[in-house]
C-alpha cells in the first residue's frame, strides 16, 4: 500500500501560479513513476503530468510550458508547479502512483495509488 497525501491546492486569479505537493507514504524512489489528474466539474478526470524514478517527465498539451513536475527523493514528495493558470485549469488535482508500467501512462488505469485530492480554482 502507498499513501498519498496532497496539499497546496486553492483560489487563484487568472495568470497566477500555484504549487501543487504530494507526500508518499513510500520512499519515491521503490515507485516506477508517479503522476498528476486532475477532474473538472462534471467532466471525466483527465492527465496532467508524470514523473519517472529516473527523473523523465510526460506532459499533457494542455499544460505544457505552463505545469512542471518535479520530485524531490529526500522527502519523498513530489510537486506540480502551475504557472500562468486559466480557468479551465480549474477542477480536483489528484496525485497518483504506478507501481508498475504497462503501456499506458496518460490513462486513469495506470496507477495504483490515489490521493484525496486538492481543489484548485481559477478565478476569471
Known amino acids: 500500500q502507498v499513501q498519498l497525501v496532497e496539499s497546496g491546492g486553492g483560489l487563484v486569479q487568472d495568470g497566477g501560479s500555484l504549487r501543487l505537493s504530494c507526500a508518499t507514504s513510500r520512499r519515491t524512489l521503490s515507485i516506477t513513476a508517479m503522476g498528476w489528474f486532475r477532474q473538472a466539474p462534471g467532466k471525466e478526470r483527465e492527465f496532467v503530468a508524470r514523473?519517472?524514478?529516473?527523473?523523465?517527465?510526460y506532459y499533457a498539451e494542455a499544460v505544457k510550458g505552463r505545469f512542471t513536475i518535479s520530485r524531490d527523493d529526500s522527502k519523498d514528495t513530489i510537486y506540480l508547479q502551475m504557472n500562468s493558470l486559466k480557468p479551465e485549469d480549474t477542477g480536483v488535482y489528484y496525485c497518483a502512483a504506478d507501481r508498475v508500467y504497462s503501456g499506458a501512462y496518460d490513462t486513469i488505469g495506470e496507477y495504483d495509488y490515489w490521493g484525496q485530492g486538492t481543489p484548485v480554482t481559477v478565478s476569471s
Open positions: 514523473i519517472r524514478r529516473d527523473g523523465y517527465e
